[in-house]
C-alpha cells in the first residue's frame, strides 16, 4: 500500500503536466490574433483590389441587396469568404470593414492552433514538433501578412486544416459523424475558394484506400455529395442570374517561365523573406530543399512501418501531402485554362507550403522516432532555426510598418495620394473612370467606372467591344460629362494599357498631373 500513493502523484503530475502543455497552443493562437489586431489598430485591415469586391459583397448583402459585385451577382469568387464578412459585420453592428479585421484576427489564432493540432496528431503526440511547427507559422512573414490583409486565404486554409484533422480522426474511430464533419469543412473550403476542390481527390484516394470494404463506396459518395452540393448550388445560382458560372472562359494559356519564376521567388521568399539574392541562388535553394523533402519521403516510404496502418500518425501526414500534391495540379490547371492572372504571390502559395511542412514535419519526426536515430529530428530543427529568425526578424519590423502606416488602400500612403486629393474637388455631376476605380471607390465613396480592357487578364483574349466602349468613354469626357483618373504607380493593369495608348485613343486635355497619377478630361476649346 504505501507504494501506491507515489504511483498516483506521479500519474497525477503527467495529468497536470498535460493539461498545463495544452495552454501552450491556445496561449500561441492568443498572441497571433493580438498580433493582428495590434498591427491593423491604426489603419484597419489591408486593402487590396479583390478585398473590395469581397468587401462589397458583404455590406450588399446586410443592405438586402444580396451578394453582389457593382451591381452585378458575385459569380467570379465563390461566396464564403463574403459570408463570413457579413457575419462578422453583423456581430458589429453592420460595419463590415471594422469587423474584418477581429476575423482576420480570430482565422489567425485559429489557424495557429490548427497546425498545432495537426502536428500534434501527424507525430503521435510529439510537443516539440508541434511546437516548432506552430512557432514557424506564427512568425512567418507571409503568414502574418496574409492574416493582415482582407483576403479569403485565412478561411481557406482553416477550412482545409480542419478537413484534414477530422477525415483522420473519422478513418481511426470510423464514427460516420466525422465524415460529415470533414467533408462539410471540405465544402466550406471550396466555397471560399474554387481551387479548394483540390481537398476532394486526396480525400476520396484515403477514402478508398483505409476506410472499411464494406462501407468505402457508401462513404465516398456521402463525402462527394456534402461537400459538392453547396458550390453546386452557387454555380446553379450563378448560370441563373448571370449565364456564367465563374466569370471565366475555358481557354488554354500555358503556364508562362514569367510565372514559374514567380513561383520560385515566391518558395524562396517563403523561407527567407526581404532577403535578396540572385534569382539562380533562389533556384539552387529551392531545389536543394525539394530534394531533401523527395529523399525524406523515400526514406519513410521504406523505414516507415513503424507507424501503425491505421493510426492517426501514418494516415495524417499522407492526407496532407496529398493535398500539396493535388493543389499545385489545380494551380497549374488553372492558371493554364481559366485564370492566367493568378498572381503566385506568397498568400496564393501559402497554403501548399504550409501543408508540405506540416506533412514534412511529422514524416521527419516519425522517421526519426522509427529508425531510432533522433538526429534527424535535431536536424530538421536547426534547418528550422534560421527560417524561423529570418521571418520573425521580418514579421516584428512589418507590424510596426503595417501600424504605423497602414497597407492597400486604407494605408497613408494611399489615403494621402495628391491625385484622390484633387479628385474631391471634382464636381459631383462629373462620371469619373480610372485603371484603380476599386481603390478610388474604397478611398472617397465615388462611384467610378473602369477603364475599358484592351484584354481579358483571366482568358488573355482580346476585348471585342473594345471599340465602342471607348467610344462611349471618349465621347462623355469630350462633352465634359466625364473624367478620367489615371494612377501611374499601380501594378497589375496591363490589361488596361498604358497612358499613351490611352492618349492615343482619345484626345484628352491633362486638367491635373501630380507625382502618382493625372486627371484627364476635355481638350481646351
Known amino acids: 500500500m504505501s507504494g501506491d500513493r507515489p504511483v498516483g502523484r506521479t500519474a497525477l503530475a503527467r495529468a497536470k503536466l498535460g493539461r498545463t502543455w495544452l495552454l501552450v497552443p491556445l496561449l500561441a493562437a492568443l498572441c497571433a490574433c493580438i498580433l493582428v489586431l495590434w ?64 476575423l482576420q484576427a480570430l482565422l489567425f489564432g485559429a489557424n ?9 496528431a501527424g507525430t503521435g503526440g510529439s510537443r516539440t ?53 470533414a467533408s462539410l469543412a471540405a465544402g466550406l473550403a471550396i466555397t471560399t475558394r474554387y481551387i479548394g476542390a483540390a481537398l476532394l481527390p486526396p480525400l476520396l484516394w484515403i477514402l478508398w484506400k483505409h476506410d472499411a470494404k464494406n462501407r468505402r463506396l457508401a462513404d465516398m459518395l456521402m463525402a462527394v455529395l456534402i461537400a459538392g452540393t453547396p458550390v453546386t448550388a452557387w454555380l446553379v445560382r450563378n448560370l441563373f442570374l448571370s449565364a456564367t458560372a465563374t466569370n471565366r472562359t475555358l481557354t488554354l494559356h500555358p503556364v508562362t ?10 518558395s524562396y521568399w517563403l523561407a527567407l523573406p526581404q532577403l535578396a539574392l540572385p534569382f539562380p541562388a533562389q533556384i539552387l535553394l529551392v531545389a536543394t530543399a525539394t530534394f531533401l523533402l523527395l529523399m525524406l519521403l523515400l526514406a519513410w516510404r521504406r523505414y516507415g512501418d513503424a507507424d501503425r496502418p491505421g493510426s492517426i500518425t501514418a494516415l ?39 501543408a508540405l511542412g506540416v506533412s514534412g514535419i511529422s514524416v521527419a519526426w516519425n522517421l526519426s522516432r522509427g529508425m531510432r536515430r533522433p538526429a534527424i529530428a535535431w536536424v530538421l530543427l536547426l534547418f528550422l532555426m534560421p527560417i524561423v529568425l529570418r521571418n520573425g526578424q521580418v514579421t516584428a519590423r512589418s507590424a510596426v510598418e503595417t501600424r504605423a502606416n497602414g497597407i492597400g488602400y486604407s494605408g497613408r500612403t494611399w489615403r494621402s495620394s495628391p491625385t484622390l486629393a484633387a479628385t474631391r474637388s471634382l464636381a459631383p455631376t462629373l462620371r469619373m473612370y480610372s485603371n484603380v476605380a476599386e481603390g478610388i471607390e474604397f478611398a472617397t465613396g465615388r462611384q467610378t467606372g473602369f477603364l475599358p480592357r484592351r484584354w481579358d487578364p483571366t482568358s488573355l483574349r482580346p476585348n471585342r467591344s473594345l471599340a465602342v466602349e471607348l467610344q462611349e468613354m471618349c465621347q462623355q469626357c469630350a462633352g465634359g460629362q466625364a473624367v478620367v483618373v489615371y494612377l501611374y504607380y499601380v501594378p497589375g493593369r496591363w490589361h488596361q494599357g498604358t497612358l499613351q495608348e490611352l492618349l492615343a485613343d482619345c484626345p ?16 481646351a476649346r
Open 39 to 102: 498591427s491593423t489598430s491604426n489603419h484597419g485591415i489591408g486593402i487590396a483590389p479583390d478585398s473590395t469586391v469581397y468587401l462589397g459583397a458583404a455590406e450588399n448583402l446586410l443592405s438586402g441587396r444580396g451578394l453582389q459585385d457593382r451591381g452585378q451577382p458575385l459569380t467570379h469568387f465563390p461566396p464564403g469568404y463574403s459570408l463570413a464578412l457579413a457575419l462578422a459585420g453583423l456581430a458589429a453592428g453592420g460595419d463590415v470593414f471594422a469587423a474584418s479585421r477581429w
Open 112 to 120: 495557429v492552433a490548427l497546425i498545432w493540432a495537426a502536428v500534434y
Open 129 to 181: 514538433a508541434a511546437g516548432a511547427a506552430m512557432l514557424a507559422f506564427v512568425l512567418s512573414a507571409e503568414a502574418f501578412d496574409g492574416h493582415v490583409w482582407l483576403v479569403s486565404e485565412p478561411l481557406f486554409l482553416a477550412w482545409t486544416l480542419l478537413t484534414h484533422i477530422l477525415l483522420a480522426v473519422y478513418l481511426v474511430r470510423q464514427g460516420r459523424r466525422w465524415l460529415v464533419a
Open 257 to 266: 517561365m514569367a510565372q514559374v519564376r514567380e513561383f520560385i521567388h515566391s
Open 316 to 354: 495524417l501526414p499522407r492526407l496532407v501531402l496529398g493535398f500539396a500534391l493535388t493543389y499545385a495540379v489545380f494551380l497549374i490547371v488553372s492558371l493554364s485554362l481559366f485564370d492566367a492572372s493568378t498572381n503566385l504571390s506568397g498568400r496564393i502559395v501559402l497554403p501548399f507550403f504550409v
Open 508 to 523: 484628352l486635355s491633362f486638367w491635373g498631373d501630380f507625382q502618382d497619377g493625372a486627371i484627364l478630361g476635355a481638350p
